[in-house]
């Protein structure tokens, strides 16, 4: 069964404090991995593609890399601006699967 | 780029009224959009897949009747909640895509509708 888990569910850091989140999936055929993150209220802000084992793509402090069957979402020296939820979401070619997501909150 | 409107951002409205949703795509043409329906601190539960001209997808559990969706151009899609009940107060997220299927979808910033 085709599947996009998120872990972990909820994330507290201190400003400055590095971390990563965790997307883990067990499909037929990745087309396509992406990274969105969702402030509450809005609909979800693409951040990422990526589409093959060892690819990574950076924006300011956020970096995301791909294996074979997980990915993560690095961040850097975060800021309180960097609070979110972050979703992960595969696409085989026939279907978009959404992880739960992951609730970030940075205390300044 | 990649800019999805979606409209109206918020809809109160009484038991029985249909309500619109609008959702165009406005920097690029988009040859698939989805309908979403979020619940509080869950993820995206989607409702249905349109492409342009064609009758939309709908997930198993929607009811077409109740959850109307055209797809008339490439950059418009509406989708709209007939006779609102009480139960259909959500959060309403559209996305759309571009071209081929490996594209991400890029979001509108959804429609709370609260049905009194």
């Known amino acids: 069964e085709d599947q996009v888990t998120q872990s972990p569910e909820a994330l507290r850091l201190q400003e400055g404090e590095s971390s990563s989140l965790n997307c883990s999936y067990t499909v037929s055929g990745l087309r396509g991995l992406f990274w969105y993150r969702q402030d509450p209220g809005k609909g979800p802000e693409f951040l990422f593609t990526?589409?093959?084992a060892g690819e990574e793509k950076e924006k300011e402090r956020l970096k995301a890399t791909l294996t074979k069957k997980e990915s993560f979402l690095h961040i850097t020296a975060p800021k309180p601006e960097d609070s979110a939820t972050y979703l992960c979401a595969v696409h085989t070619g026939n279907q978009f699967y959404f992880g739960t997501g992951t609730s970030l909150t940075v205390i300044p | 780029g990649a800019v999805v409107s979606q409209h109206p951002s918020r809809v109160i409205c009484k038991s029985g009224t249909s309500v619109k949703i609008e959702c165009r795509s406005l920097?690029?043409?988009?040859?698939?959009m989805f309908w979403y329906r979020q619940f509080p601190k869950q993820s995206l539960m989607l409702m249905a897949t349109?492409?342009?001209?064609?009758?939309?997808?709908?997930e198993q559990g929607v009811e077409k009747d109740k959850f109307l969706i055209n797809h008339a151009s490439l950059t418009l899609s509406t989708l709209t909640v007939t006779s609102a009940h009480p139960e259909d107060s959500s959060f309403y997220i559209c996305s759309a895509q571009e071209g081929v299927s490996n594209q991400p979808q890029h979001f509108g910033d959804g429609t709370r509708l609260s049905i009194l």
């Open positions: 349109s492409n342009e001209g064609s009758k939309a997808t709908y």
């Open positions: 920097d690029f043409q988009a040859t698939t």
């Open positions: 990526l589409y093959s």
